[in-house]
């Protein structure tokens, strides 16, 4: 067992669970943005994408996102929403690890933001929890009228909720845990001991005290302080981490095949348009030959269920490097980027036992054999320079560490090359 999460094992087992809804137990960017836009306008729906970006973007809060988002549901029958709703699958583990805690005696709570409060009922039913709080949907001769309101909207709301829930059962914040994903989540910290981040954004990365990614069974052993089975890189991870790798092989074959790195962009553009278009299908149910196939195998919780960003920001990522930086600055910044990256999440996940302190989500170890790795891809490009390889290599591991809202395959290699084009 890893030092953070013997610490955490060690703990007081916690008498109430809270469980954050979206991205936890089920897709977090599915339901409303894919299963329920189905129903609606396709300028409702870009309404509603504009809505969830702004919010993830910081620029607006969650609560007017919602606002924004239920609006465009005006006139939609609750029955046929609530339809759509039970379509969701729930994320790989989370019937198994409720069963679980529910031996264990503890109860369970469900607090969700974005879905309303029927609806979480129904979720906390199946699963067999003893609270479950969602935002209030206004209906009107059984159609919404786009209006919301509760609560769980508001800035501090989910911790209003706990609060009410504690007093109730008379806990206190060392009786209760947290398992949660992004900052909307943030005011309940202070309500509970024990703060485990899944799949977490930047800031929960930070603040959580254990971060889990991919099972959703993984976090039962740190909240009853049962022994954790030896840790293994699942088949997608392995599938997924080796593309991220192979990435490599751009720089290499454009200097092999003397191409022009703008026909380079040009290519990676037309296959990512490819693949956004391949993965909308699939959402939609459609299967694209070989494309569905390689997004499924190399998808990981919770993409399995929503359309998978990832590759996007991964082809965003070099293009935007091959643009900016001349080579061979951006041949050696996609080489630390690609081999570094992948290697650090593979090393990280297998034998990684030192969390890092400000991202949770990170192992020492594998940051540090990403370093070696990616030194190693960027002297191929600049053999003359290997003190230059290692700064950029050290500067692109460090923004790997790093939690930021941005995501890496963007800041990686453009530090990365900014770094080495700065440096004489």
């Known amino acids: 067992m890893t030092p953070d999460k013997t610490l955490l094992a060690l703990r007081k087992k916690p008498r109430l669970i809270v469980f954050d809804v979206e991205g936890v137990l089920i897709p977090k ?3 409303l943005l894919f299963e329920a836009s189905r129903r609606i306008s396709f300028v409702s729906l870009l309404k509603m994408f504009w809505a969830g970006f702004l919010y993830e973007s910081g620029l607006i809060s969650l609560e007017k996102a919602l606002r924004r988002i239920y609006r465009q549901l005006h006139g939609l029958a609750i029955s046929d929403l609530f339809q759509l709703y039970k379509k969701m699958p729930l994320l790989q ?52 009228t786009g209006q919301i309101g509760g609560d769980v909207i508001k800035p501090e709301g989910k911790a209003l909720v706990l609060k009410r829930i504690q007093e109730k059962e008379g806990l206190r914040p060392q009786d209760c845990a947290l398992v949660a994903d992004d900052r909307n989540n943030l005011p309940m910290f202070q309500l509970c001991t024990e703060r485990i981040g ?43 981490e080796t593309i991220h790798i192979a990435g490599f092989f751009v720089p290499a074959f454009t200097v092999y095949w003397s191409l022009n790195r703008y026909f380079v962009v040009l290519l990676i553009f037309v296959f990512t348009t490819v693949y956004i278009m391949s993965e909308l299908a699939r959402m939609l149910g459609v299967n694209v030959p070989v494309m569905s196939t390689i997004t499924w195998k190399a998808t990981i919780q919770p993409e399995i269920y929503e359309f998978a960003t990832a590759p996007i920001f991964f082809a965003l990522g070099i293009m935007l490097t091959l643009l900016l930086f001349p080579p061979p600055i951006s041949y050696a910044s996609i080489a630390i980027f690609t081999l570094g990256d992948g290697s650090a999440t593979l090393v990280g996940q297998t034998i990684g036992s030192h969390a890092i302190y400000y991202n949770k989500g990170k192992k020492a170890e594998g940051t540090f054999f990403g370093f070696l790795l990616a030194s190693l891809g960027a002297s191929v490009f600049m053999p003359t320079n290997p003190l230059k390889a290692l700064a950029g290599a050290a500067a692109g591991m460090i923004m790997e560490s790093l939690p930021t809202p941005i995501n890496d395959n963007i800041t990686i290699p453009l530090a990365t090359g900014l770094t080495l084009l700065l440096l004489p």
Do not use: H, M
């Not at 971060?211 to 991870?237: C, M």
């Open 29 to 31: 960017r599915r339901y």
């Open 93 to 144: 583990g989370v019937k198994e690890a409720f069963k679980q805690l529910k031996k264990t005696g503890c109860k369970t709570a469900l607090i969700s933001s974005g879905l309303p409060q029927s609806f979480i009922e129904d979720l906390a039913s199946q699963l067999g929890c003893d609270y479950a709080f969602g935002l209030d949907l206004e209906v009107v001769e059984g159609r919404l």
């Open 198 to 240: 899944y799949n977490p954004d930047f800031l929960l990365a930070y603040k959580s005290d254990v971060a889990v990614k991919g099972d959703f069974r993984e976090v039962v052993p740190l909240l009853t302080g049962n022994p954790i089975e030896s840790r293994s890189v699942s088949g997608r991870q392995l599938i997924r």
